[in-house]
């Protein structure tokens, strides 16, 4: 996380030209990929983009080369070069839509640096004064789109309530606008900013598999009919047609039919993630207006500007809000719950004991630290915090965290539980009081 320096050193002198901040793009939480200095946002897998071009290049090559330049001479009124230069013309356009679907902003929603303010708080005491207690935030809020009510729920890693249709992807780690799914092959999320030129590319490219396979046909039956040979013989007099003809085939299938499945989820106004997850069919969609305002929606609608200016310079303000938000006295809505997101398909991790015994551990290192560096404290509490002899209401608090408030106490930029810390006072005074008793024995 980017920490930006203090004005005028670190002892508020002026002792050289300011630092430079860095921008957006430099200090990104997520996990995509920046060319042109942030002029162009892939996702993680951006190095399958190249594999996809390949994929698409190497056959319109062998097209031209084995396939294309003989049929050239076969048609009249130089109608053969048209048939080069279309898949030529062709292949260049649909990388081009390749590249606005996999380098363009899908749609990433700015993370907070604060959490949202609480509709209430459970801080207030009998005097109505607040306590330093925690902040705690539902899971799940109700919202109405046409007249519908829709439950979004709040995403811990961005410190916000996703919007309806939003959804974190967790290779990007980002949250996105109208989310459809991640493509492995695009390398990007797909979502509200770049769906109309994924379909128009998945489109794009079934039209070309169409193209290439159709004109090695045509040019296998122009062998048939120049040389009176069998279809069979004609095939084996051009290798190359066989090879794309095979390799057509196969592309049409999974190609055409993601064509054919989108079209069905754009008549219907549904993304890939809701019709696996929600089901539509089994209750009302509250987005869906109708067969053709639906593809006037995605097709004839103005794509909405970027939330992001990833060559936007990071303030001194920015930055420090960044690092207080580190320090918030916060309650998670998950905290105390099972970790991982079921929307994205990732198994919960349950509170179990080894993973309590592992952050009982962390407690008592910093404890002990915290006690030895402070004076006028009690010297040397390093309790054994093992889960046997922990008093079961400190264990309770643990393991059912969101169950119950958990009172913070501020010391030295730290934050530690103060139950904990009551709990190891008293045990490091129980211990010197029995020194006391074991030595006045002695005497």
Do not use: A
């Given at each position: 996380m980017y920490v930006p320096p203090l004005p005028g050193g670190a002892g508020g002198r002026d002792d050289g030209p300011a630092v430079e901040q860095p921008r957006v793009y430099q200090v990104w939480r997520g996990s995509n990929e920046f060319f042109l200095q942030g002029r162009f946002i892939f996702g993680p897998d951006v190095r399958s983009v190249f594999l996809t071009m390949f994929l698409i290049i190497a056959p319109v090559v062998a097209f031209c080369v084995f396939v294309g330049r003989h049929l050239m001479n076969d048609f009249p009124d130089s109608w053969g070069i048209s048939v080069v230069v279309v898949v030529v013309v062709f292949t260049v356009y649909d990388l081009t839509l390749?590249?606005?679907?996999?380098?363009?902003?899908?749609?990433?929603i700015p993370r907070n640096t604060h959490p949202p303010e609480p509709e209430s708080i459970d801080g207030i005491n009998d005097s109505g004064s607040q306590t330093p207690q925690q902040f705690r935030l539902p899971r799940?809020?109700?919202?109405?789109?046409?007249?519908?009510?829709?439950?979004?729920?709040?995403?811990d890693t961005c410190m916000l309530y996703r919007p309806p249709r939003c959804s974190h992807c967790s290779i990007c780690n980002n949250c996105v606008e109208r989310f459809d799914h991640h493509c492995p092959w695009v390398g990007q999320c797909i979502g509200l900013r770049n769906y109309r030129f994924f379909y128009m590319f998945v489109f794009s490219t079934t039209l070309l598999c169409l193209y290439v396979f159709a004109f090695c046909w045509v040019y296998v039956i122009k062998i048939r009919d120049a040389e009176h040979l069998t279809i069979w013989k004609a095939l084996a007099k051009t290798p190359a047609s066989i090879v794309l003809i095979i390799?057509?085939?196969?592309?049409?299938?999974?190609?055409?039919?993601?064509?054919?499945?989108?079209?069905?989820?754009?008549?219907?106004?549904?993304?890939?993630?809701?019709?696996?997850?929600?089901?539509?069919?089994?209750?009302?969609?509250?987005?869906?207006?109708?067969?053709?305002?639906?593809?006037?929606?995605?097709f004839c609608t103005a794509i909405p500007p970027s939330k992001n200016n990833f060559r936007e310079r990071i303030t001194v303000e920015q930055g420090l809000q960044q690092t207080r938000s580190q320090s918030i006295g916060f309650m998670s809505p998950n905290m105390g719950k099972p970790i991982g997101d079921l929307e994205m398909g990732r198994k919960p991790v349950p509170w179990d004991e080894p993973r309590t015994a592992a952050d009982i551990r962390d407690l008592e290192a910093g404890l002990g630290g915290m006690f030895e560096e402070k004076e006028g404290r009690v010297a040397h509490a390093s309790p054994d915090l093992s889960?046997?002899?922990?008093?079961?209401?400190?264990?309770?608090?643990?393991?059912?965290?969101?169950?119950?408030?958990s009172s913070w106490v501020r010391t030295g930029g730290e934050e530690i539980d103060a139950m904990a810390v009551q709990w190891a006072a008293e045990r490091a005074k129980a211990a010197s009081g029995g020194n006391s008793v074991a030595q006045n024995g002695t005497h």
């Open positions: 390749l590249l606005c679907t996999s380098g363009r902003d899908p749609g990433i799940t809020k109700e919202v109405i789109v046409n007249g519908i009510s829709v439950r979004v729920k709040y995403c390799y057509c085939f196969l592309c049409v299938w999974f190609v055409g039919g993601l064509s054919v499945f989108h079209l069905y989820l754009m008549s219907t106004n549904q993304t890939t993630y809701e019709n696996f997850r929600y089901r539509y069919d089994r209750r009302d969609n509250p987005y869906n207006r109708g067969i053709l305002n639906n593809f006037l929606e995605i889960r046997d002899e922990l008093p079961v209401e400190f264990v309770e608090g643990r393991t059912g965290m969101h169950s119950r408030q």
